[in-house]
C-alpha cells in the first residue's frame, strides 16, 4: 500500500529539523519526502500533527518464559503500538536467562508470531547470569542477539568480565553494563540523603554508579570492547563519561525516562511505584541528566519498562519489586521534557530513535528516503490525565497514574502498515 502523508510536521533526528511537509511510502519504506502525490496514493492527512520515527526502546523486559502473567508479547506489542514505539529490544533476564542460542530462538518466534511490532534480543554475557562463565557470545551472535548483558546482575569477578569483553571484542559484539556497585547497593531501596534518613528508608550512595562506571571504563580500556552504560543517573558520572569519549574509547550510555523526569521526592510516603533501580535521584542529578542529553554526552533514553504485578508492589516499600512499566508511556513524559523547554523534539528523537537503532546497527529510527516506514503520528500538545487501569500493559505499575501529561500517539505504522490508530482503540 502506498501512503502519502499531508500537512504533517515533520520530525527529523538526524537532520536536527522539525518543519512542516509531506511524506510518501510504498513498499514499506520512506520513499520520497516533500514530493508529488501519487496517483494511487491512500492520502492521510496529518492535520498539522507530528509525524516522526517510531520509536526504539531499548532495555524492555517481557515476562516470557517465566513470568507471562506480567507481561507477554502480544501485550508488550499492544502497549508499545499504543506508545508510538515501532521496535523494542529485550533484556534477558527472564526465567531461565536467554544464555543459549535455542532459548533466544524461542524468543524470536514467540514475538514474531504475537508482537505487533519489531522486535530484537538481547542475551546474557554469562550463564545464568550468575558472573561465573561466559556465555556461549558467538553462537548467541549467530542467532540474533544485538547485544549482551546481565541487566542488574552486576559481574562481581573482574577476571570473568575481562575474558568476557575481550572475547566480545573480538567478535565486535557490544556489552551493555548496569553500572551500580553491587556491594554498596545491595538491599538499597533509595538514594541516600536527608530524604532516606526522613523516611528510614536504606539508601545507596551515588558513588556506587561512579565507582562501578570507573571500573568498567578501565576494563574497556585494557580490552578495547564496545561498551553501552544502560543507565547514567547522577551527576558525579558524567565527567567519566566525558572523559570516555574524549580518550576515544567506544562507549555510549543511556538513562530512563523516569530519571529525567522524577526525582526522590516523588516517592512521598512509600509509594513503591516510583521504586526503580537505579533509585530515584536528586533534583539536580535529574536537571544534569536533562543537560546531558541536550548536549549528546547521554546517547540513548528509554523507558526501562519492567512490569510488576499488584502483589509485588503491594508490599512495605523495601520489600516492594523495583520497576515501573513505560512502553505506553515512554512518549507523553518524554513532552515534559519538550514542553518545559529542555529539550526540542529533534534531540528527543535523537535520543529516543535514531541513537538506539544506530548503536544496535538497525536501520530504522530515521526520517529520509529509503528508512523502513516504521512512524509515528502524535499531538504533542493534547492533555490528558493517565488512568493505568487503561494501559495495554499486563502489569499497570507506573509511576505517572493519576499524573497530567501532554501527548497522544495518533497512529502507528510498521513498515508502513497501521498497528495502532486512536480513533479504533
Not at 539508601?203 to 580490552?223: H, K, N, Q, Y
Not at 547514567?232 to 572523559?243: D, F, K, N, Q, V
Not at 501532554?406 to 482503540?425: D, F, H, I, N
Request: net charge neutral; aromatic share 6%.
Amino acid at each position: 500500500m502506498t501512503l502519502h502523508f499531508t500537512n504533517a510536521r515533520l520530525i527529523d533526528p538526524e537532520a536536527g529539523t522539525d518543519q512542516h511537509g509531506c511524506l510518501t511510502v510504498a513498499q514499506g519504506r520512506i520513499v520520497a519526502i516533500d514530493g508529488p502525490q501519487p496517483g494511487d496514493a491512500t492520502v492521510v492527512d496529518a492535520g498539522g500533527k507530528c509525524l516522526a520515527p517510531g520509536l526504539v526502546d531499548w532495555g524492555v523486559h517481557v515476562g516470557e518464559p517465566g513470568a507471562r502473567h506480567k507481561e507477554s508479547y502480544r501485550s508488550a506489542g499492544l502497549a508499545a503500538a499504543a506508545g508510538g514505539v515501532t521496535t523494542f529490544v529485550t533484556r534477558p533476564d527472564t526465567t531461565p536467562p536467554t544464555d543459549t542460542p535455542e532459548a533466544l530462538d524461542f524468543l524470536r518466534r514467540r514475538a514474531g508470531s504475537e508482537a505487533r511490532v519489531n522486535t530484537h534480543h538481547m542475551a546474557t554475557l554469562t550463564r545464568g547470569r550468575d558472573g561465573r562463565e561466559m556465555a556461549e557470545i558467538g553462537f548467541l551472535l549467530d542467532a540474533g542477539a544485538v547485544a549482551f548483558t546481565d541487566g542488574e546482575k552486576v559481574t562481581r569477578d573482574t577476571k570473568v568480565l575481562a575474558r568476557c569483553l575481550t572475547y566480545a571484542r573480538s567478535l565486535g559484539a557490544l556489552v551493555v553494563g548496569h553500572p551500580q556497585d553491587p556491594g554498596l547497593s545491595a538491599g538499597a531501596a533509595v538514594t541516600s540523603g536527608k530524604f532516606a534518613s526522613l523516611r528510614g528508608l536504606p539508601g545507596v550512595s551515588p558513588m556506587a554508579e561512579r565507582m562501578a562506571f570507573d571500573r568498567d571504563m578501565a576494563l574497556i580500556e585494557m580490552t578495547g570492547a564496545r561498551y553501552h552504560a544502560d543507565q547514567i543517573t547522577c551527576a558525579r558520572t558524567l565527567p567519566a563519561l566525558e572523559r570516555a569519549k574524549k580518550n576515544g574509547l567506544d562507549v555510549t550510555a543511556g538513562v530512563s525516562i523516569h530519571h529525567l523526569t522524577l526525582n526522590e521526592f516523588d516517592v512521598g510516603d512509600y509509594r513503591t511505584f516510583f521504586k526503580l533501580t537505579p533509585p530515584l535521584r536528586a533534583e539536580d542529578d535529574r536537571l544534569a541528566m536533562v543537560e546531558a542529553v541536550a548536549s549528546g554526552l547521554i546517547d540513548v533514553i528509554g523507558s526501562m519498562h519492567t512490569p510488576q504485578d499488584e502483589e509485588s508492589k503491594r508490599l512495605p516499600y523495601e520489600e516492594a519489586a523495583p520497576g515501573a512499566v513505560g512502553l505506553e508511556t515512554l512518549l507523553p513524559a518524554a513532552m515534559r521534557l519538550y514542553h518545559a523547554g529542555h529539550l526540542t523534539l529533534p534531540q528527543l528523537w535523537r535520543a529516543m530513535a535514531l541513537n538506539p537503532a544506530k548503536r544496535l546497527g538497525l536501520d530504522c529510527g530515521r526520517l529520509s528516503v529509503g528508512a523502513p516506514a516504521d512512524l509515528v503520528l502524535f499531538d504533542p500538545d493534547a492533555p490528558f490525565v493517565l488512568d493505568r487501569f487503561t494501559l495495554r500493559s499486563k502489569s499497570k505499575n507506573s509511576p505517572f497514574d493519576g499524573a497530567r501529561l501532554q501527548g497522544k500517539v495518533l497512529s502507528t505504522y510498521v513498515a508502513g502498515t497501521p498497528v495502532y490508530s486512536r480513533e479504533t482503540a
